[in-house]
Each structure stands twice: as structure tokens, then as C-alpha cells.
């Protein structure tokens, strides 16, 4: 086996242009993750033989199973195994579940929300249907989001408001946390 590291090797020829996707399977961090996570591991591998990978931790357990979908930093949650296939599927053909989506993880959990809310509002299913554009706080719970849909030229604002639920939920498999 030739690593990376060796001297008759280099990154570059050992980087991927083809989509990966990485399945959290960390049940050393939350069990969750082992429990949902290896069932839809074991799908993924079907729908893209050679692309897909066990991941240590992608953030979000009580979100098990997570997928995520590179490079578009695309994440999904909650997912099971009967649906893998299909999401796989979509993404390749450049589209999103809206059901599952989680975001991007390459955006604040503020952007993260707002893009979900305005996909599932307006039906934009397309991976390139928005760009982010900027985040504001304007209050200490308040943000502004700012997106844009690159084909019309057209903006969206999105006012976030982030505070604490009164109802508890689930941090992991085990019991309720209010947050």
C-alpha cells in the first residue's frame, strides 16, 4: 500500500473529483451515531461503491443517521437506511432531500436553518439553486441571513430568531435534555 506521505507519492494524485460521502459511525462518541449510522454506511456503499466512508464524528448526534455529502459540505439527519439510496441518488444528479437536510457544514448553524427554511418554503430542490451570501447579528438572538438565487438575480432575507425551547429534546439515544 502507497500513502500519501510517501515519497513517490503525492496529494494531488490521490485527490478524488468524484463526489465522497461520509457516514458517522462513532459509537465511541454517542451510540447513536454506531446504531443508525452503520445500517446506512452499509447502503451508502451500495448506491456509490468507492465513494463512500466511515466518519469519526460529523457533529449533530441526536441528528444519527448523518450523512454527508462532499464537496458541497451537503449534510443530512435522521436518515435511514431505506431512504440512503435515493438521497445518493438525487445528490448525484444535483438535487437535495428537503425532508433530511440538515445544510452545509461549511455554514453557521444560524445560515444552516435559514437556507433549510427557505428551500422547503420555496421548493428549490437544486444544490446550486442558492448562494449564501452574508450573516448579520442584529440583536443578541436576532440574525439576518442574506441568500441569493444565482439564475433570476433574486435575494432572500431571512431573520432568525435563536433561543431556548420550553420542550425538552433529545441530545443523543438517551434521555431528554431541555435546550
Known sequence: IESVLDKKSSASANRSTQ?????CTHGTRD??????????????ILAAPERV???SHVGGHRFAA??????????YGRLTRQKTGLII??????????????????YSPVAQAAE???????HFYGINDLQYVEE?????????????????AVGYDVRVDVGKMDQAIYESCGSPKKA
Open 66 to 75: 448523518n450523512l454527508l455529502c462532499l464537496p458541497h459540505s451537503i449534510l
Open 136 to 152: 448579520n447579528q442584529s440583536a443578541s438572538d436576532l440574525w439576518e441571513v442574506k441568500f441569493i438565487q444565482p439564475q433570476k
Open 89 to 106: 441518488e438525487k445528490y448525484l444528479g444535483g438535487e437535495l432531500d428537503l425532508e433530511h437536510l440538515r445544510g452545509r457544514s461549511c
Open 19 to 23: 463526489p465522497i460521502f461520509l457516514v
Open 116 to 122: 433549510c427554511f427557505i428551500r422547503q418554503n420555496l
Open 31 to 44: 451510540q447513536c451515531c454506531a446504531i443508525y449510522g452503520a445500517p446506512v454506511f452499509r447502503q451508502a
Open 53 to 55: 466512508w466511515q466518519s
